[in-house]
């Protein structure tokens, strides 16, 4: 069955540096986009990050623009984020989660079951 | 970007009824090529990550109960459930793929009476 395993989160300081991981299994990889969604504490749902099945596109959210990067190695059946320049506002789980279409942006059909990071000094 | 405003923020639902919530978005999501609505839900539960239930407004996703049923067009979107069970306790997004950035509904918290 499709599996998303998500890694690499923790607590880090203010204008440090994190990356995630999400593993996946169960189904042909190389085959679908991938994205990241985050949820805040106590808050709803935010998309962050995508990119495509190919890896030749990736799209983010304006408030990452520029600090974080998402990427793919199909290699290992993994999608990574790095996340530079933390802030204390990036604090959230943080989802991937597999899009069933081969567009940009679509809804979402699999998701992990998440990684929190927390930045705080 | 498209802005989705859900309503009610929360309701309490005796088990068996039947409950609505509703999800308007910024500007239409219905793409003309297609006739085609841009809009899916999801059920999240404590401590859980988010299911998907419905996409394109209204298609079911492979086993979900169909006690769920989703509706609407353009910009006014409704996720029903028909007889409410305890497991359906949890609170229900609503998201739009039209355009970017993808943007979620502000969730419906949905409890037992």
């Known amino acids: 069955q499709v599996q998303l395993v998500e890694s690499g989160g923790g607590v880090v300081q203010p204008g440090r540096s994190l990356r995630l991981s999400c593993a996946a299994s169960?189904?042909?990889?190389?085959?679908?986009?991938m994205h990241w969604v985050r949820q805040a504490p106590g808050k709803g749902l935010e998309w962050v990050a995508v990119i495509s099945y190919d890896g030749r596109v990736t799209l983010y959210t304006d408030s990452v623009k520029g600090r974080f990067t998402i990427s793919r190695d199909d290699s290992q059946n993994t999608v990574f984020l790095q996340m530079n320049s933390l802030k204390a506002e990036d604090t959230a789980v943080y989802y991937c989660?597999?899009?069933?279409?081969?567009?940009?942006?679509?809804?979402?059909?699999?998701w992990g079951q998440g990684t929190l990071v927390t930045v705080s000094s | 970007d498209i802005v989705m405003t859900q309503s009610p923020d929360s309701l309490a639902v005796s088990l068996g009824e039947r409950t609505t919530i509703n999800c308007k978005s910024s500007?239409?999501?219905?793409?003309?090529?297609?006739?085609?609505?841009?809009l899916a839900w999801y059920q999240q539960k404590p401590g859980q990550p988010p299911k998907l239930l419905i996409y394109w407004a209204s298609t079911r996703e492979s086993g979900v109960p169909d006690r769920f049923s989703g509706s609407g067009s353009g910009t006014d979107f409704t996720l029903a459930i028909s007889s409410l069970q305890a497991e359906d306790v949890a609170v229900y997004y609503c998201?739009?793929?039209?355009?970017?950035?993808?943007?979620f509904g502000g969730g419906t918290k949905v409890e037992i009476k």
């Open positions: 500007q239409s999501v219905l793409h003309n090529s297609n006739n085609k609505n841009y």
């Open positions: 169960g189904f042909i990889f190389n085959n679908f986009p």
């Open positions: 998201q739009q793929y039209y355009s970017g950035p993808l943007t």
């Open positions: 989660a597999r899009d069933p279409l081969r567009g940009y942006g679509d809804f979402f059909d699999k």
